[in-house]
């Protein structure tokens, strides 16, 4: 069984081919990043316009790199369905149900975070359930518990903004490039972790959500009450809410396999790919017995090589649903 896996839901166009028993036939992605880079954040319809511009040939790519014929040699069409930007995700949706319907195949509509959910599957050495699973992207901040394919818990999620999106604007209030969390990553090297000291946001309550907009609003008075904002001083800030962050999700996390029980702990999302959310997250639940799963950056971040396994998921689990081009730009994970 061979599934085309496609994602088009924010800034990046990917097109993936998996095979049951050979793995990863193809993995390829277009990130939109410059695009979007003079405007310190995604623009929706240049988003859209863009994966217009992208897919088809990505998908002709892919297939040839693979060395596969649609018609021949592919089961099904997996595509991202939501959640996302309503615009891009119709460019997905639309094409992968034409294709599909064109070589007389199923279409299958995926949900973008059960996708990053089961990112690590694609690995060799892959958690045992249940798992809880740390989701922190540029669009979510979520503790899910994931008791089987297709059964999910929230446990916690952002009640503002995403956590990588806070990064996001954090970078911009320094001046340094979209997307911001690499740029904070980078600078924080340099900074002095004793400067500042930045609140690390509802700790102190029961529960397993997160707000970071309140840490971002501390970003901005902090810049207000400097004189001088020289390099040192963006370093020392990044520094600063980097360390909070970090801490935070990591409190949250440990607090989560605790509640559960879970003998293992994945980190999904962009900001999974954060060096120091890592060493801390592996140090903090060695000391509980808890194992820390970490995707390949390639699978962490987006792409489509996770949306094409959810796919071959759902088609080995005798998947069937209606020929209609679905996109949800708001889909609940317990809803699926
Ligand atoms: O999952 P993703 O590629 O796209 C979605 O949002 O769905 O995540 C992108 C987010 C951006 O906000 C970016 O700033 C953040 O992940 N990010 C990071 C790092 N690399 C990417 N945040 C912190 N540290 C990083 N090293
Ligand atoms: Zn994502």
Redesign the pocket.
């Known amino acids: 069984m061979r599934v085309l896996g496609i994602e088009t839901s ?1 800034d990046e166009t990917a097109v993936a081919i998996i095979c049951e028993k050979q793995g990863l036939l193809a993995n390829h992605i277009y990130s939109q990043i410059a695009l979007h880079n003079e405007y310190g954040g995604v623009v929706p319809e240049l988003a859209s316009r863009d994966h217009i511009r992208k897919l088809a040939p990505l998908i002709q790519e892919a297939l040839s790199d693979a060395d596969v014929s649609l018609s021949r040699d592919i089961d099904a069409v997996a595509y991202t369905s939501g959640p996302g930007l309503m615009g891009a995700l119709l460019v997905g949706a639309g094409l992968g149900r034409s294709l599909a319907w064109a070589s007389n195949k199923p279409a299958i509509a995926v949900h973008h975070m059960e996708a990053h959910l089961l990112a690590p599957l694609l690995e060799n050495v892959a958690p045992e359930y249940p798992y809880v699973a740390l989701l922190v ?3 979510h901040t979520l503790l899910v518990e994931v008791l089987e394919v297709g059964k999910y818990k929230v446990l916690g999620e952002s009640l503002d903004d995403a956590v ?2 806070a ?2 604007k954090v970078a911009q209030m320094l001046g340094l490039e979209y ?4 740029q ?2 980078q600078w924080a090297l340099r900074g002095d972790p004793n400067r500042f000291n930045f609140p690390r946001p509802m700790i102190d309550r029961p529960g397993l959500d997160f707000s970071f907009s309140g840490l971002k609003t501390h970003v901005l008075n902090t810049l207000k009450s400097l004189t001088k904002i020289d390099g040192q001083a963006r370093a020392d800030i990044a520094r600063a809410f980097e360390d909070a962050v970090v801490d935070t999700l990591s409190i949250k996390s440990v607090r989560a396999v605790t509640a559960t029980k879970a003998k293992s702990l994945v980190v999904a ?3 999974g ?2 060096q120091k959310l890592r060493e801390q997250l592996t140090r903090q639940l060695e000391k509980q017995n808890v194992t820390a799963f970490y995707p390949a950056t390639e699978f962490c ?2 792409n489509a090589a996770m949306v094409a396994q959810l796919g071959l998921l759902r088609l080995r689990s005798g998947f069937c649903e209606p020929m209609q081009i679905r996109v949800q730009p708001r889909w609940s994970l317990e809803g699926i």
């Open positions: 924010c992207s540029g669009g990588g999106e990064f996001d997307p911001g969390g690499p904070i990553a999302g962009g900001v790919a954060n971040t987006d």
